[in-house]
DNA sequence: TCAAACCTGTAG
DNA sequence: CTACAGGTTTGA
């Protein structure tokens, strides 16, 4: 579940692996996948000229001032691949499924995709760490979606999920407005994507915990105070988490190689587990389909 | 402001 | 088989 510190990670890896590329051609594999007001192959021929990140949006530059946003959303991945060559598959979209495996040499050279893969970018001047060609936007749930689009429609066409301002761009005192004017659960609001981009559940879990916050507390309750722990402790996880490449749960992929700051989660997948602060047991909660971790003696 | 829908792999 | 994971959109 890409959030802002996976989100910087793979635009960087982005960033540095495919200065020099060119797009050849484009696939697109899964219709739905593709959302925004020009078509995938409008990037034929263009240039690369560089990524980064908004919020949980990865944004991919291309000449022309052409763009490619990125909401990931659970499980989308940008991963480098090979195209196939040889026979192309025909049908494509439709029933699709019956994924084959991966394709490898040998196998009557009828190679495809390998499975969930929803679009991808076949690249010149271009060759990934195992001389890949291609660069692969593989989605297992078909949440994710991406935007081609003008740069001047950019700030429109933002998904949500880079909609406010970047959670570590935001000054004290803005960040203690915000919350102050909202009714809303702390961790609701940390993680609503208008009022500050980059939060998910697992970084909202770790913020709270590690602020000693109770992510039940009404926004508007907190304190001056309080909300400066909680912005000192989202600038501190997050710093770490880039520095670690992101968490690496569920099937969370870097272009160039996975994060470990899973290692650190002091909350987050830990309920029924001793609480590292005061030993009493984590408690999860479930309410209108997410589940929070907190520990009931020290968050308050 | 809240629930349902969107999806599919994994865990029970 | 059912429950669960969960960001975002959409509709009540």
Not at 15 to 30: C, H, I, N, Q
Not at 178 to 205: C, E, F, H
Request: aromatic letters at 6%.
């Amino acid at each position: 579940m890409p959030e802002l510190p996976e989100a910087q990670t793979i635009a960087s890896d982005l960033d540095r692996a495919l200065a020099g590329a060119r797009v050849k051609s484009t696939e697109l594999l899964y219709r739905p996948t593709l959302a925004g007001p020009l078509a995938l192959s409008d990037l034929d021929g263009s240039a690369f000229e560089g990524a980064s990140r908004r919020g949980k949006c990865v944004i991919l530059a291309f000449g022309g001032g052409l763009r490619l946003l990125a909401s990931l959303r659970m499980t989308g991945q940008f991963v480098f691949g090979h195209s196939p060559v040889g026979a192309a598959s025909p049908g494509g979209a439709g029933a699709g499924g019956a994924g084959e495996a991966e394709p490898r040499a040998g196998s009557r050279g009828k190679r495809v995709w390998p499975p969930h893969v929803r679009a991808a970018l076949v690249l010149e001047g271009f060759s990934g760490p195992d001389g890949e060609d291609s660069l692969m936007f593989r989605d297992i749930r078909k949440f994710g979606r991406l935007f081609v689009c003008r740069a001047s429609e950019e700030e429109f066409l933002l998904p949500a999920s880079a909609k406010g301002p970047d959670v570590t761009a935001i000054a004290p005192g803005e960040f203690y407005r915000r919350l102050a004017s909202s009714k809303a659960p702390v961790k609701t609001l940390l993680m609503d994507q208008a009022a500050m981009a980059g939060l998910g559940n697992i970084y909202a879990t770790e913020i709270l915990f590690e602020a000693g916050i109770s992510p039940f507390r009404p926004a508007s309750s907190i304190a001056r105070e309080e909300s400066d722990i909680i912005l000192k402790a989202a600038g501190e996880i997050l710093g770490e988490a880039v520095r670690m490449r992101g968490s690496t749960i569920s099937n969370y992929q870097a272009p160039l190689g996975p994060g470990s700051y899973q290692q650190r989660h002091r909350a987050y997948g830990k309920a029924g587990r001793p609480c590292p602060r005061c030993g009493r047991t984590l408690e999860k909660v479930r309410s209108s389909g997410r589940t929070t971790v907190y520990c009931p003696n020290c968050q308050r």
